[in-house]
């Protein structure tokens, strides 16, 4: 098993700012998934990040807004930029490090103002 | 591109009943894994039970199970003798062997009642 440990856990920004949350993983693993959880809704895919290369983007997710860093195998961050109310969501990382088994972070609660 | 559809935005159960979410996916893929979350309000995603697409042996973890129909590409969620602590959202979710990333249905809220 992994644990996945994220933080912050919740946040309440200015619009125009950014947030950066982070997530570290008790063993190493090649892949880690940023999800974007909007209010009542379900989890979308807002990137995929690989140690040592370019995040890769899903459909309606851009770099500049949803920059990743991924330094090495346990750790990497999301930041969100340049804030609107419309970024108010949970924000989840997640691995798959063994078999099949995708281990999730505590997931951040991201309000903006 | 697979897609997972839950249809049932919320249902409800009286403790100790059972209750059966519905789930349908579509993908081109043969080989695939599909799984059942829980997520109490706490946020944390919690794995309820996992099925193997080349299994045909449906997949049992205490009191949930599942009835997998590859060829319909179905997969509900059977729990028994409900509990209290089984209100949730619930998350149908599909895994590509080759992007290894998750793709999730809507959601089903289950509400257990006492």
């Known amino acids: 098993s992994a644990v996945i440990s994220q933080k912050p856990s919740r946040d309440i920004c200015q619009r125009g700012t950014s947030l950066t949350i982070q997530c570290q993983v008790d063993?190493?693993?090649?892949?880690m998934f940023w999800y974007r959880q909007q209010p009542g809704q379900s989890l979308t895919l807002i990137a995929t990040?690989?140690?040592?290369?370019?995040?890769?983007?899903e459909s309606g997710f851009v770099i500049d807004k949803f920059p990743i860093s991924r330094p090495n195998l346990t750790f990497s961050t999301l930041t969100v930029s340049n804030m609107s109310p419309e970024d108010s969501s949970i924000y989840l990382c997640?691995?798959?490090?063994?078999?099949?088994?995708?281990?999730f972070g505590q997931g951040t609660r991201l309000t903006v103002v | 591109a697979q897609t997972v559809t839950q249809s049932q935005p919320e249902m409800s159960v009286q403790e100790a009943e059972t209750v059966t979410l519905s789930c349908t996916y579509d993908?081109?893929?043969?080989?695939?894994?599909l799984f059942w979350y829980k997520q109490p309000p706490s946020r944390q995603m919690i794995l309820v039970i996992r099925?193997?697409?080349?299994?045909?042996q449906n997949a049992t973890e205490n009191r949930f199970s599942v009835n997998f129909q590859k060829a319909a590409k179905s997969f509900s969620l059977k729990i028994s003798d409900s509990q209290l602590g089984d209100t949730a959202m619930y998350f149908c979710?599909?895994?590509?062997?080759?992007?290894?990333?998750?793709?999730f249905g809507s959601g089903t809220r289950l509400q257990v009642q006492p």
């Open positions: 997640s691995s798959i490090p063994v078999d099949t088994e995708a281990f």
């Open positions: 063993s190493q693993v090649t892949m």
């Open positions: 990040a690989n140690q040592g290369s370019e995040a890769t983007y």
């Open positions: 993908t081109s893929e043969n080989n695939y894994y």
């Open positions: 099925q193997e697409a080349y299994k045909q």
């Open positions: 979710a599909f895994l590509d062997t080759g992007r290894r990333a998750l793709t």
